[in-house]
């Protein structure tokens, strides 16, 4: 296959597509068979994708079901939901004071703590910063109170399903 830079496949610099952040379709995915003979079927209209996902058996739809009403998994709900509900809520209002106090109270903004540094510029670098410390708190957070719980749930329903996780 050409390259756009005019290299071919194969030489110094080319794209390979075989990383392993490619995904690679499951088993039946990438496969277009006729469903009367079993073998492979006439190339996919235009139309219609090529691709034809499968529909889920019952029994995985049970397994799924069965684990959302675990006590495990409502554990990890809930620690999630006691981290970002009051972390949102936090920031949330951090913001619009800082839009409010913009709005409603310029000279108080315009006050020059430093230089050219004044209130509104601290704000809003306060702002960047609490975006940083925000998302490093969200995960330590997780780190620590929700992925070891959430990989063994995911662990188990892999087993439950008989799907492989890479």
Do not use: C
Not at 117 to 141: K, S
């Amino acid at each position: 296959m050409d390259k756009h830079d005019g290299r071919a496949a194969g030489e110094p610099g080319d794209v390979r597509l075989d990383g392993p952040w490619y995904e690679t379709p499951a088993s039946g995915w990438d496969e277009w068979t006729d469903d009367t003979t079993g073998g492979p079927g006439p190339a996919a209209p235009a139309h219609q994708p090529a691709l034809v996902p499968q529909p889920r058996s019952a029994t995985h739809d049970e397994v799924y079901l069965t684990v959302q009403r675990s006590a495990a998994f409502q554990e990890v709900r809930r620690r999630y939901r006691r981290f970002v509900v009051p972390a949102t809520a936090a920031f949330l209002a951090w913001y619009l004071a800082y839009v409010i106090a913009a709005t409603a109270a310029p000279d108080l903004m315009a006050h020059r703590v430093t230089g050219a540094l004044n209130v509104a510029m601290l704000a809003g670098l306060g702002q960047f910063a609490t975006t940083f410390v925000l998302t490093w708190a969200y995960a330590r957070h997780a780190r620590l109170h929700r992925d070891r719980a959430a990989l063994d749930i995911r662990w188990e329903t892999q087993e439950l399903t008989g799907r492989t996780i890479r």
